[in-house]
C-alpha cells in the first residue's frame, strides 16, 4: 500500500507548491508592475467577467473532487483485507503491545510476520486509546477499549520496521514502540513451531469454555438453554426484536459481557455477565474458539467420507 499510499502524498504535495508559488508569484509581480508611481494617483475599479469567475470555481472543484475520488479508492483498499489474511491480534495496554497469533505465539512489543502475505491485525485496548502505527507500511489505525478495529498489510520485504503508539495514552506513550519483524515464509515457518508449546488460541479458547461451564447452556446438541455456537461465526443472527445482527467479533464480545443486550430469537435473557471475569486475551480465546466451531452436518460427512 505503501505506493499508493505516497503517490497520493506527493500529488498533494506537488499540487499545493505548483498554487502556492503560483499565487505567491503573481502577488510579487503585480505588486511590482502595478505600484504607485506618484502619490495622487488612484487606482481604478477592477471588472472580472462570468467566464473568469466560473473558471477559478469549475477548476478548483474538478482538482478538489480528483483528489477526493483518489483518496477514498486508496483508504477502501486499505481497510478492505483480502479474504486470505493471517490474523493477529493485537491488545494494547499502558504501555506495551501485546500480539497474540492464532497458533498460541504471544509476544510482547514485537511481531513476527512471513514476507509476501497479508496480515490482518484485529485489535482491542486493555484501558484507554492507543494507536498503532507502521510509517514503513503506511498503516496506523486507532485501538479502542471495547472495540476491536482492523488493518492489514502484506510486506513485500524482510527486515524489522518500527512500530509507535501514535496516541497519547499516559506517562510512557513515547515509549511504547515495537518492531515488526518480516522473515521469509520458510523462517517464519520455524519461528511459528519453536513456540507453540502452549497450544492454539481457540484450543485455549475451548478449555476456558469448559471451566467457565458455558458448555453446560451453549450444547452442540441443541438440548441446551442457550443457542447453538457451532457454525455460528460470520452468519446473520435473527434477534428477540426483530433486527438482525452478523455474528462477528465484536458481537461474541458482547454477548460474553453484556449477554442481555442482543438476544437471539427463541432464546431467554439467563445468561450472566462475564464482565470482570475474562481479561481481554481470554475474550480472544474464547472469539476464536467460537469462530473454530464449525456446523455439524452430519449427513453430508457421510456422503463425502467414503
Ligand atoms: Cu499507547 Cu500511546
Known amino acids: 500500500m505503501a505506493g499508493r499510499v505516497d503517490a497520493l502524498y506527493f500529488f498533494l504535495l506537488a499540487i499545493s507548491a505548483f498554487f502556492s508559488l503560483l499565487i505567491a508569484g503573481l502577488i510579487i509581480f503585480y505588486a511590482v508592475k502595478y505600484r504607485r508611481r506618484d502619490p495622487n494617483s488612484v487606482g481604478s475599479n477592477a471588472h472580472s467577467g462570468m467566464a473568469l469567475e466560473i473558471t477559478w470555481t469549475v477548476v478548483p472543484f474538478l482538482i478538489a473532487m480528483f483528489i477526493f475520488v483518489w483518496g477514498a479508492n486508496v483508504y477502501v483498499a486499505i481497510s478492505s483485507p483480502p479474504p486470505d489474511t493471517i490474523n493477529v491480534y493485537v491488545v494494547g495496554k499502558q504501555w506495551m503491545w501485546k ?159 453484556q449477554p442481555s443486550a442482543k438476544i437471539t430469537a427463541g432464546f431467554q435473557p439467563i445468561m450472566p455477565t462475564f464482565q470482570g471475569l475474562v481479561s481481554e486475551e481470554q475474550l480472544l480465546e474464547l472469539i476464536e474458539y467460537v469462530k473454530s466451531l464449525k456446523a455439524q452436518a452430519p449427513a453430508q460427512t457421510q456422503t463425502q467420507t467414503p
Open 99 to 257: 500480539f497474540q497469533h492464532l497458533d498460541g505465539q504471544r509476544e510482547i512489543n514485537e511481531l513476527h510476520v512471513p514476507v509476501g502475505r497479508p496480515v490482518k491485525l484485529i485489535m482491542t485496548s486493555e484501558d484507554v486509546i492507543h494507536d498503532v502505527f507502521v510509517p514503513a507500511f503506511r498503516v496506523k489505525a486507532d485501538v479502542l477499549p471495547g472495540r476491536y478495529t482492523n488493518i492489514w498489510f502484506e510486506p513485500t520485504k524482510p527486515g524489522r520496521y518500527h512500530l509507535f503508539c501514535a496516541e497519547y495514552c499516559g506517562t510512557r506513550h513515547s515509549g511504547m514502540t515495537g518492531e515488526v519483524i518480516v522473515m521469509e515464509p520458510a523462517e517464519y515457518q520455524t519461528w511459528l513451531s519453536g513456540g507453540a508449546a502452549e497450544g492454539s488460541l481457540a484450543s485455549a479458547g475451548q478449555k476456558l469454555f469448559s471451566d467457565l461451564a458455558c458448555n453446560t447452556c451453549h450444547r452442540p446438541d441443541a438440548q441446551g438453554r442457550g443457542p447453538v455456537l457451532d457454525g455460528l461465526f460470520g452468519k446473520t443472527v435473527k434477534l428477540q426484536n426483530g433486527d438482525t445482527v452478523t455474528a462477528d467479533e465484536a458481537y461474541v464480545r458482547e454477548s460474553i459481557l
